[in-house]
């Protein structure tokens, strides 16, 4: 049973912009912190973004000033707004809600299936 539902992935070429959504019917999570995890081919899944549920950010060095997340707590609903985009960040994009913030996927109970983003050169 799914918990969170990514929605949004896609192929685009570097420099463009994708927009991803992680919505949830789970009531908890509605208070819990978010983040974005991402996964490429034959390396570890790795810290994206991630969103407390007051609004405070963290991002990994290699997105930040490009990559934004955000948070709808009345839709219950998480955003990673992705401009600016590399080849490198081809990946296989996961959601997570967790009861703390921090850049481990163990800090993360919550999971989505993953939504594929490509981005050609």
């Known amino acids: 049973q799914r918990q969170l539902v990514e929605s949004g992935g896609g192929l685009v070429q570097a420099g463009g912009s994708l927009r991803l959504s992680c919505a949830t019917s789970e009531d908890t999570f509605k208070f819990y912190a978010r983040a974005w995890f991402r996964q490429a081919p034959g390396k570890d899944r790795e810290f994206v973004a991630a969103i407390s549920w007051s609004g405070i950010t963290y991002y990994a060095d290699s997105v930040k000033g490009r990559f934004t997340i955000s948070r709808d707590n009345a839709q219950n609903t998480a955003y990673l707004q992705m401009n600016s985009l590399k080849p490198e960040d081809t990946a296989v994009y996961y959601c997570?809600?967790?009861?703390?913030?921090?850049?481990?996927?163990?800090?993360?109970?919550?999971w989505g299936q993953g939504t594929q983003v490509t981005v050609s050169s």
């Open positions: 997570a809600a967790g009861g703390s913030i921090g850049t481990r996927p163990n800090t993360y109970v919550g």
